[in-house]
């Protein structure tokens, strides 16, 4: 018996880590469960970028989604798409940082969409805080 769930354990294990397809994700978008959507948003982020096909998605998630560990992920995918049609949801996340979180993860998404469009070097170190309390920024928020 012992056995049995042994293997049982590691399939279950081996399930979970296996990497959702793009085509998955984006289904995964539309989720009722924000944690789903959340893992769905992250795994279209890859060192590749984001598919295309995937931005109009997160867009829309994006726009209607109210849990803001899912919004967050989402905002941070369309940063790594570099595409323009992210960028005005990108500046206006970034201006409206309520929280030291939400400040993190509008500088996050914001540099990401500054290194697909050739901004600045992937490599640039950004001060800590890096956007906000520079000129056209908020405060940073402690």
Known sequence: MR???ALTLASLLTVS????????AIGNLGSPDPGVRQKAADSLRTDAGVP??????????????????????????????????????????????KNRDEQRWG???????????????????????WPYGTPGYPAIIP
């Open 107 to 129: 500088g996050r998404a914001l540099k990401y969409w500054m290194i697909e469009n050739k901004q600045i070097a992937p490599d640039y170190k950004f001060p800590d805080g």
């Open 52 to 97: 295309a096909d995937a931005v109009e998605p997160l867009i829309a998630a994006y726009q209607r989604d109210t849990d803001p560990h899912a919004k967050a992920a989402e905002l941070i995918a369309l940063g790594r798409s570099g595409s323009p049609a992210a960028k005005p949801l990108i500046d206006a996340y970034v201006q409206g940082a």
């Open 3 to 5: 056995t049995l769930s």
């Open 17 to 24: 880590c296996t990497p959702m397809t793009a085509t998955t």
